[in-house]
């Protein structure tokens, strides 16, 4: 029995170097290794890039507690599980994967991509990449995650839910909104004051530039009251003293007609008929705005000042209405 046993030790010795490749130089056979491709619509490579064997989906779980999804996986350099708690409706795909490389240096690049092989944008919700299974790539490791299916709400703890939330408003609302109301009314009168102080040079120039135009408009008023009175003098002196009124009327018919073609080419030109209001006042923007350009008045950034002007007040009227009824008297009257 002690021969035969030492002739089967013999062979053993004798085969193990072929086992293992042996001193003659041999290598050992290769472990069969898993290649997994990225796809769209069908398996084929991505770039060239192939990721590593799949893992299980155990490497990478994902629990809901208390409402919010944590999802755990085996950070490759540190060889530790690290959990990572996200909000759905805020935290993206990008957001999440950045706080993984974040947690592990060692994380080179860090993908998802739906079962289809289709990579998934990093602007995507999470709560959008939950609602159906994925492929979580970091480095060339691929990991296949099946999220758990959350249960539905019931109707009555739906409704308890949006009590809840709504009560939470209100309570912020209560500790918040008067320091708030009080902070944007300090920020829109810091806001007038500003704008007030730009729009100060600018009212001075625009009033002198206003009488300017209001004098010459003015000017040319009386101007035509003249010359109206002197045309009447002189066709009632041709009338009485120099002519007769058969000579007269043909030349006062077609003095008559030519003022109403001048009227008509008024209202040609300017789309309007000639109200003497408004006559007026178009006479006095066109003094007005060559006064302007002479000195060199910028109407349109006055213009775009007056109205964040008139929009800051608007805003304090506003803001100041609910704010009266919440601040003690002695604020409301300091204000006043």
Known sequence: MLAGLRRALRGGRRQ??????GRDGCPPPSAPQVMLWGHTGGWRSREGTPYSTL???????????????????????????CQFTVKPVVTTVGAFLQDVQREDKGIERAEVFATDGSKVS????????????????????????????????SSEHATEMEDIKSLVHRLFVALHLEDHQIRKERELLQRLDHLKGELLPLEQMKARIMDSADAKTSRLLWVGLALMSTQGGALAWLTWWVYSWDIME????????????????????????????????RQFLHYFYRKSKKQRFNVERYNKLKDDLAEAEESLRRLRQPLHLRLPIQEISDKD
């Open 250 to 281: 043909p030349v006062t018919y077609f003095i008559t007609y030519g003022s109403a073609m001048a009227f008509y080419a008024y209202f040609v030109l300017t789309k309007q008929d000639y109200i003497y209001p408004h006559a007026k006042d």
């Open 55 to 81: 893992m299980p989906s155990d490497e990478v779980t994902i629990n809901y507690r208390h409402g919010l999804p944590v999802i755990t996986l085996m950070l490759p350099t540190r060889s530790e599980r």
């Open 122 to 153: 990093d602007a995507t919700l999470m709560e959008v990449l939950l609602m159906n299974d994925f492929k979580l790539i970091i480095n060339n490791t691929a990991y296949s995650v099946s999220p758990p299916v959350k249960d539905k709400l």
């Open 16 to 21: 193990l170097p072929a086992l293992l490749g």
